[in-house]
């Protein structure tokens, strides 16, 4: 399956994608930066760049054709100096800002599928802020996972700042809960998911079956 297969998926499930589409050349990037809207995010596609930001392949804030032209070159430089097989370049178009989150599941062959929610983006890997529980799990599941975390009150709300649309969280959570069970995946990841005080969009995914 492609990234777009996956994605396609992912909407029959309900899951509300920022407009996205997979450009095979320059010409068709800018046919959808178009269509999509400026500014836009482009990524690079392929199966050996699992973690694109480690090695240059995501750009933000693409203003214009000028901009997407000369990034779309690059990318292409930087799949032949890192020896990828390039099946792309994915446009999106640039998220809202607020607060990066992400939710994911695994399949553990004894238990079934555990749902993880933590401080997303950059931040996984150093600040390890999670909380899980076995699916299926309700809302008041979540409100415990969300007081859980460290970082539950840039969540909820401190210091002035307005709560994040807790409601799309769990739309979101449980959503995943059923996708995995359904579609029988190993393992996924929603990372990041960025929320403010009136929804949230999914910024990267991963699954495997």
Do not use: W
Not at 99 to 107: F, M, S, T
């Amino acid at each position: 399956m492609t990234i777009i297969d996956d994605y396609r998926l992912l909407e029959r499930y309900g899951f509300k994608l920022i407009p996205y589409g997979l450009a095979k050349s320059i010409d068709d990037a800018k046919k959808l930066a178009n269509k999509i809207g400026y500014p836009v995010v482009m990524k690079i596609i392929s199966p050996q760049a699992s973690h694109k930001t480690e090695i240059g392949g995501v750009r933000v804030n693409i203003k214009n054709e000028g901009m997407l032209e000369l990034t779309y070159k690059e990318f292409e430089e930087v799949a032949s100096s890192h020896k990828l097989r390039l099946d792309g370049i994915l446009i999106q178009k640039m998220a809202r800002k607020g607060i990066e989150l992400i939710v994911g599941a695994k399949r553990d062959e004894q238990f079934g599928h555990l749902i993880i929610l933590g401080l997303g983006g950059i931040y996984v890997e150093i600040f390890k802020d999670i909380s899980a529980r076995l699916c299926p799990i309700n809302e008041s599941d979540i409100d415990e996972m969300i007081d859980e975390l460290k970082s539950h009150p840039v969540i909820t709300g401190a210091r002035g700042k307005k709560a994040i649309n807790i409601n799309e969280l769990k739309r979101i959570m449980l959503n995943v809960c059923k996708f995995v069970s359904k579609e029988d995946i190993k393992e996924m990841d929603l990372n990041p998911i960025v929320f403010d005080e009136k929804g949230g969009d999914i910024i990267d995914v991963r699954f495997t079956k």
